[in-house]
């Protein structure tokens, strides 16, 4: 299994988590003639870094030619923009779709698939400008809408990816995908009872899959839902024997029931199974640093970056360690390691933030709240703290009304910092969609 199967939830189906990733189909593009239709493909598994489908197709509705009249034929150049997309030559897809687009204004077929390449690229605002004028010339196309909310997940903007999922779903019921990712949305969000219905109604289909019996549970678990709880991890108990992944995803079971020492025993028992197994030492790492063992915690979070250097969360960990042991300058090195390697950590940009106002480095910390606010407009952590900030640059007036919103914010609780203790959300979810 790959890396990105713990990282959702830090991956949950895919990445932050596991499920359906590293699909190359992904996002889906649209052909140039064909039924409209959407065909769910297979899916693997996130997540904490989390579930997709990775082999759909959407097909557009008559040919992506309009009534341009030219010498070129779009369709000709249509073709060939895909050959290029399905032989990775992103750059040259690029310029056909383009060029499609020029002889033909109206093909909503060309808008989809510049917004795949777009996709592929991690160039998200464009990837969803494009994928809206395909969404204007061509409504109610289920394809269309889940690529939009695909971007908006891809950004780890679970809560904007919430209305182009449900939409995808009321528009083809029967989607698979559509439904996985709806419901790993809502667990993103902390919308626990939306996330299990959305995703009870795919027992039949994956009660054999580790990782969507363990997002399903954890949901139920704190809808509440006893009777859904039991059922996911009564059969998570029964698909998982003698799979070393198992103990992981029943390790942090046992985290969610605040079983510290019970989830140890099983992180344990998955790294004596199978000692490379992705992600399995960063959880032994934040087991033993939640226990207070720093020199075993930073032993196992060391060996995890070691052999995943791309897997953030490692960094993170490591600087909130740093931190503890007071060791400011090291804990900066990796929070800063940690936010190069992934730009959407909110955590490492709020720690930075707390160590720069603690050095009186005020204009640096305010950089980095700037960051984390991007990231996390609704926390009352940030608000409070660039409160702080902003008071002692001698910024009164600003700072009252971070103070003001940070008061507001707390009454709803709607605090995204701190809110991942187990690694159930992936901030880059990349694994859930990757490709």
Same mark, same amino acid.
């Given at each position: 299994?790959?890396?990105?199967?713990?990282?959702?939830?830090?991956?949950?189906?895919?990445?932050?988590?596991?499920?359906?990733?590293?699909?190359?189909?992904?996002?889906?593009?649209?052909?140039?003639?064909?039924?409209?239709?959407?065909?769910?493909?297979?899916?693997?598994?996130?997540?904490?870094?989390?579930?997709?489908?990775?082999?759909?197709?959407?097909?557009?509705?008559?040919?992506?030619?309009?009534?341009?009249?030219?010498?070129?034929?779009?369709?000709?150049?249509?073709?060939?923009?895909?050959?290029?997309?399905?032989?990775?030559?992103?750059?040259?897809?690029?310029?056909?779709?383009?060029?499609?687009?020029?002889?033909?204004?109206?093909?909503?077929?060309?808008?989809? @698939?510049? #917004?795949?390449? %777009?996709? &592929?690229?991690?160039?998200?605002? =464009? /990837? $969803? +400008?494009?994928?809206?004028? !395909?969404?204007?010339?061509?409504?109610?196309?289920?394809?269309?809408?889940? @690529?939009? #909310?695909?971007? %908006?997940? &891809?950004?780890?903007?679970?809560? =904007? /990816? $919430? +209305?182009?999922?449900?939409? !995808?779903?009321?528009?083809?019921?029967?989607?698979?995908?559509?439904?996985?990712?709806? #419901?790993?949305? %809502?667990?993103?969000?902390?919308?626990?009872? =939306? /996330?299990?219905?959305?995703?009870?109604?795919?027992?039949?289909?994956?009660?054999?899959?580790?990782?969507?019996?363990?997002?399903? #549970?954890?949901?139920?678990?704190?809808?509440?839902?006893?009777?859904?709880?039991?059922?996911?991890?009564?059969?998570?108990?029964?698909?998982?024997?003698?799979?070393?992944?198992?103990?992981?995803?029943?390790?942090?079971?046992?985290?969610?029931?605040?079983?510290?020492?019970?989830?140890?025993?099983?992180?344990?028992?998955?790294?004596?199974?199978?000692?490379?197994?992705?992600?399995?030492?960063?959880?032994?790492?934040?087991?033993?640093?939640?226990?207070?063992?720093?020199?075993?915690?930073?032993?196992?979070?060391?060996?995890?970056?070691?052999?995943?250097?791309?897997?953030?969360?490692?960094?993170?960990?490591?600087?909130?360690?740093?931190?503890?042991?007071?060791?400011?300058?090291?804990?900066?090195?990796?929070?800063?390691?940690?936010?190069?390697?992934?730009?959407?950590?909110?955590?490492?940009?709020?720690?930075?933030?707390?160590?720069?106002?603690?050095?009186?480095?005020?204009?640096?910390?305010?950089?980095?709240?700037?960051?984390?606010?991007?990231?996390?407009?609704?926390?009352?952590?940030?608000?409070?703290?660039?409160?702080?900030?902003?008071?002692?640059?001698?910024?009164?007036?600003?700072?009252?009304?971070?103070?003001?919103?940070?008061?507001?914010?707390?009454?709803?609780?709607?605090?995204?910092?701190?809110?991942?203790?187990?690694?159930?959300?992936?901030?880059?979810?990349?694994?859930?969609?990757?490709?």
């Amino acid at each position: 299994m790959s890396r990105e199967s713990f990282l959702g939830v830090k991956n949950l189906w895919g990445s932050p988590g596991g499920g359906f990733a590293g699909g190359a189909d992904f996002p889906i593009s649209w052909s140039q003639m064909g039924v409209n239709r959407l065909r769910a493909g297979r899916q693997v598994c996130l997540l904490l870094l989390c579930c997709l489908t990775h082999g759909g197709r959407v097909a557009a509705q008559g040919s992506p030619v309009g009534t341009a009249v030219s010498r070129e034929s779009p369709a000709e150049v249509f073709r060939e923009g895909k050959r290029a997309l399905q032989s990775g030559d992103l750059e040259a897809a690029e310029r056909c779709f383009r060029r499609v687009i020029a002889l033909d204004p109206k093909s909503s077929a060309a808008y989809v @698939n510049l #917004g795949v390449v %777009y996709m &592929r690229q991690k160039r998200w605002d =464009e /990837a $969803l +400008a494009q994928l809206r004028k !395909a969404e204007a010339l061509s409504p109610g196309q289920p394809g269309i809408s889940l @690529n939009i #909310g695909l971007a %908006y997940y &891809r950004e780890s903007d679970f809560t =904007e /990816a $919430l +209305a182009p999922f449900s939409e !995808a779903l009321r528009l083809a019921p029967d989607s698979a995908q559509a439904r996985y990712l709806l #419901g790993l949305c %809502y667990f993103f969000t902390n919308r626990f009872k =939306e /996330a299990a219905e959305a995703l009870s109604p795919l027992w039949e289909k994956e009660s054999g899959n580790l990782n969507y019996l363990y997002v399903l #549970g954890v949901a139920a678990s704190k809808s509440p839902n006893p009777a859904m709880e039991k059922q996911a991890f009564d059969r998570m108990i029964v698909v998982g024997q003698g799979n070393p992944e198992y103990h992981i995803y029943l390790g942090k079971a046992r985290l969610v029931q605040g079983d510290t020492d019970g989830a140890l025993a099983e992180f344990r028992a998955a790294a004596e199974a199978a000692p490379n197994l992705p992600m399995v030492h960063y959880f032994l790492g934040r087991t033993y640093l939640e226990l207070r063992a720093y020199p075993q915690a930073e032993a196992e979070l060391l060996r995890d970056a070691s052999l995943e250097p791309q897997v953030a969360y490692n960094y993170e960990e490591l600087g909130i360690l740093e931190v503890r042991l007071e060791h400011p300058e090291k804990a900066e090195r990796y929070f800063l390691q940690a936010i190069q390697t992934n730009g959407t950590l909110v955590n490492s940009y709020f720690e930075l933030a707390k160590l720069y106002r603690l050095a009186a480095r005020y204009g640096e910390s305010l950089t980095m709240l700037d960051h984390a606010e991007a990231l996390a407009p609704q926390s009352a952590s940030v608000h409070y703290l660039r409160g702080q900030v902003l008071a002692k640059l001698g910024r009164a007036a600003e700072a009252k009304a971070e103070f003001a919103a940070s008061a507001k914010l707390l009454k709803s609780f709607n605090d995204r910092l701190q809110e991942d203790p187990l690694g159930e959300r992936s901030a880059d979810a990349e694994g859930a969609a990757q490709q």
